[in-house]
């Protein structure tokens, strides 16, 4: 009788070879003091370190609060957009002045300087101007600035247009309380008192047979 390990047949408690009643090389564990695997241990390192990276870069930028971009490159958080404010203007009223027609203004022209015709002059040129004329007649005075009245309230517009036609300054346009030099101002609308100024450019070239002084 053979003795148990030194027989073909069956292996002893130290035997590594093959057997029917062992595991085979590829099932067996790994030696626990066996060192791993270079390539598996690099790959492992690499791994990490690429995610503590990758955390250190996404770490400030999820702290903080993303800043919008504009034309020109600077961040909308650093633009301060000026103040409108609306300013409602109160509506103006306009009145629109609708000159007279010449021929409904009824002048009466007073000579008030010492020079014969001037107010005869002044008519005729005013009644080429369109203006309905009264015969000239001569004032209580003498003056060296011309003047003109009106008779009534509504006349204050004829009286500019009377002076505009002789190119006489609007302050020559006295007020409606102010009382022509005349004795009669009977149908006239507006009164033209000659002065000097008008006599220097109206003054007839002959004599003429008009009445005295007009």
Same mark, same amino acid.
């Given at each position: ?10 292996? =002893?408690?130290? /035997? ?7 595991? $085979?090389?590829? $099932?067996?564990?790994? /030696? ?18 690429? =995610? ?10 999820? *702290? ?22 609306? &300013?409602? #203007? ?9 000159? #007279? ?7 009466? @022209? ?22 309905? *004329?009264? &015969?000239?007649?001569?004032?209580? =005075? ?9 008779? *009534?309230? =509504? ?6 247009? @009377?002076? $505009? ?6 302050? &020559? ?8 030099? @005349? ?5 006239? $609308?507006?009164? @033209?008192?000659?002065?000097? /100024?008008?006599? *220097? ?14």
């Amino acid at each position: 009788m053979s003795e148990p390990g030194n027989g073909s047949g069956f292996g =002893g408690p130290y /035997d590594v070879s093959g057997g029917s009643g062992h595991e $085979s090389a590829g $099932s067996h564990p790994h /030696d626990p003091f066996e060192p791993p695997e270079r390539s598996g241990l690099a790959r492992g390192v690499a791994i990490v370190t690429l =995610g503590v990276i990758v955390g250190i870069l996404l770490l400030p930028s999820a *702290t903080r609060s993303p800043l919008a971009v504009v034309q020109g490159g600077t961040p909308a958080a650093a633009r301060q957009e000026p103040n409108s404010t609306t &300013t409602s #203007l109160p509506a103006r009223s306009t009145t629109t002045t609708t000159a #007279l027609a010449p021929a409904k203004i009824h002048v009466l @022209v007073a000579n008030a300087t010492s020079v014969n015709g001037v107010a005869g002059s002044v008519t005729t040129f005013l009644g080429g101007k369109g203006f309905a *004329t009264l &015969t000239a007649v001569n004032a209580l =005075g003498k003056l060296t600035a011309s003047q003109i009245y009106f008779t *009534t309230a =509504g006349s204050g517009a004829a009286a500019s247009e @009377v002076a $505009s036609a002789l190119e006489l300054a609007p302050a &020559t346009v006295q007020t409606a309380a102010a009382k022509p030099p @005349v004795s009669s101002a009977a149908g006239a $609308s507006v009164i @033209v008192i000659v002065g000097s /100024d008008l006599a *220097t450019r109206f003054a007839p070239a002959s004599t003429t047979t008009t009445v005295k002084g007009h």
